[in-house]
């Protein structure tokens, strides 16, 4: 809620903040998404090469 308040200028009503803030918090949640469908994809892929190796060990 501080960042809501701090770091705009008066003028700048709290929509408007709330709206530049969203959206960068949006490109921050994409690329992080990016990052974990990408290790989710190589671990599954490990696992598959495993299975077919018959390499699983617990």
């Given at each position: 809620m501080n960042?809501?308040?701090e770091g705009f200028e008066n003028k700048i009503p709290p929509s408007e903040?709330?709206?530049t803030m969203a959206i960068?918090?949006?490109t921050e949640l994409k690329k992080?998404?990016?990052q974990i469908d990408m290790m989710?994809?190589?671990l599954e892929e490990?696992?598959?090469v495993?299975?077919?190796l018959g390499l699983i060990v617990f």
């Open positions: 960042s809501l308040l903040r709330w709206h960068k918090k949006c992080k998404k990016k989710i994809k190589i490990g696992l598959s495993s299975v077919l």
